[in-house]
């Protein structure tokens, strides 16, 4: 028998029976849509917790610590991030850059409003990161210090009596690219001069902004709380300003005079690929360094994430467990009731290979037919689930579709809709094959 002639008695027998069919199918259509809707949470989930990590820095990205504030946590000798060990980590293995940070102490002053912060000196090539939400990057090659603000620096700045965004709720009025702002590098003679009357004041420095962060105030960010600036035009302020003095913050010898070079409160190592993530700071640690990156938080979170979505997921094949009864149910009473029907087609001496196949196909079909409205009703679900954004903010505080279905898990679900119902009318198939042709013809 032709499978053309099978898969039509296979429709023909389920459109006879079409409210049987109609529940069998709507149980596939629940098992499929509950399995793709579970783990589609599961998905969501674990790209939003990757694209939160990222967020806060690159995967591929180590960052490095040496010991900055002069000792060694077992005595020896300082292991310092100077020029020439930065030089050493480029040539090292899977190390495709590294990016040299200056971190100095200052105060920002515009109007009535002021704060101590860090200001961060940096490459180009790592300021070219930075996403911005106004102004632009220095060009390239020029010598004149400029500033770039984190979104949320704002937050930090207060009159000095209580007039700050976190004890009245409302942003200083602080302007970073329609204002001059005034810094002040020099911190140790300005906690000085305020105890002190006989010491004058520092210097107050107009130094113009470049630009600021993209992002709102309140959602902070990876770059969102720091001040950047270009390293080499910073290296040459604090000279200028402190010429043969020791910089502030910056280590010095056992004299108490300042290096000849400076000294980097940290690098970032940037990393080929993932995979040597591990390796490449397991070196640096072995260096004397301390070292922690991204990659480390994201693979506890992607186990976590892989569990839960293995629960849900299991969860979901409970549903099409029930589905796969009750298709096993449709078949051996389908079964039952064309027993006169298979021994006529037995006697007539067709194939016990096209008697199964007859049962798997419709089987098949149902499962086919719910897998296919199932995906569907999935994507229904994600959507209506997606329009509710705060579900992703509540669970891992990123923003973002929380239910995300790719393309091969559609293509899945509906052949393991398809399989599910095969495998559930395999037996009944089979029990069709060995009834007794004659017992079957006198059966009424």
């Known amino acids: 028998m032709r499978f053309a002639d099978l898969l039509a008695m296979s429709l023909n027998n389920l459109r006879r029976r079409k409210l049987r069919t109609a529940l069998t199918v709507l149980g596939v259509i629940i098992g499929t849509a509950s399995i793709v809707v579970m783990m589609s949470l599961g998905i969501g989930l674990r790209e939003l917790n990757q694209e939160l990590i990222e967020s806060y820095g690159s995967l591929t990205a180590v960052e490095v610590r040496g010991d900055y504030y002069g000792m060694a946590e077992d005595g020896s000798e300082p292991n310092y991030l100077t020029d020439e060990m930065i030089r050493q980590m480029e040539k090292m293995e899977h190390v495709d850059s590294v990016y040299p940070m200056l971190e100095t102490e200052v105060i920002f002053i515009q109007g009535k409003y002021s704060t101590n912060t860090t200001l961060t000196?940096?490459?180009?090539?790592?300021?070219?990161?930075?996403?911005?939400?106004?102004?632009?990057?220095?060009?390239?090659?020029?010598?004149?210090?400029?500033?770039?603000?984190g979104n949320s620096v704002i937050q930090w700045f207060s009159n000095g009596r209580g007039g700050g965004f976190w004890e009245t709720g409302e942003l200083p009025d602080v302007d970073f690219m329609g204002r001059p702002m005034f810094v002040i590098f020099d911190m140790d003679q300005y906690y000085q001069s305020m105890g002190d009357g006989s010491v004058k004041s520092p210097k107050k420095y107009l130094i113009p902004t470049a630009g600021v962060v993209e992002g709102e105030v309140t959602r902070g960010g990876n770059y969102a709380y720091s001040v950047y600036a270009e390293l080499e035009p910073?290296?040459?302020?604090?000279?200028?300003?402190?010429?043969?003095?020791?910089?502030?913050?910056?280590?010095?010898?056992?004299?108490?005079?300042?290096y000849p070079y400076f000294i980097y409160s940290s690098c970032v190592v940037n990393v080929d690929d993932m995979e040597h993530v591990s390796a490449v700071q397991e070196q640096m640690t072995e260096m004397g360094f301390r070292a922690y990156s991204s990659s480390e938080w994201m693979e506890q979170t992607q186990k976590q994430s892989m569990m839960i979505q293995a629960v849900l997921g299991g969860i979901g094949a409970i549903s099409l467990f029930v589905a796969?009864?009750?298709i096993a149910n449709t078949m051996m009473m389908s079964i039952y009731e064309r027993t006169k029907e298979i021994g006529v087609i037995k006697v007539l001496g067709c194939d016990m290979g096209a008697i199964r196949n007859m049962f798997l196909i419709?089987?098949?079909c149902i499962g086919l037919l719910g897998g296919i409205v199932g995906i569907g009703l999935s994507y229904g679900i994600s959507f209506a689930m997606n329009r509710f954004q705060s579900i992703g903010e509540m669970m891992v505080g990123q923003a973002g579709d929380i239910s995300r279905i790719p393309w091969l898990l559609s293509l899945a679900a509906v052949g393991f809709a398809v399989l599910v119902g095969m495998v559930a009318g395999f037996f009944p198939a089979m029990r069709a094959m060995k009834l007794s042709p004659l017992a079957a013809i006198r059966n009424e």
């Not at 996403?131 to 603000?149: M, N, Q, V, W």
């Not at 910073?234 to 010429?243: A, C, D, H, T, V």
């Open 234 to 258: 910073l290296k040459e302020q604090l000279r200028r300003i402190f010429r043969k003095k020791p910089i502030p913050g910056q280590p010095t010898n056992k004299k108490g005079k300042a």
């Open 121 to 149: 000196g940096a490459p180009r090539e790592f300021l070219e990161q930075i996403p911005l939400a106004e102004g632009s990057l220095p060009e390239r090659g020029e010598k004149e210090l400029k500033l770039i603000y």
């Open 362 to 364: 419709e089987s098949g």
């Open 324 to 326: 796969a009864i009750g």
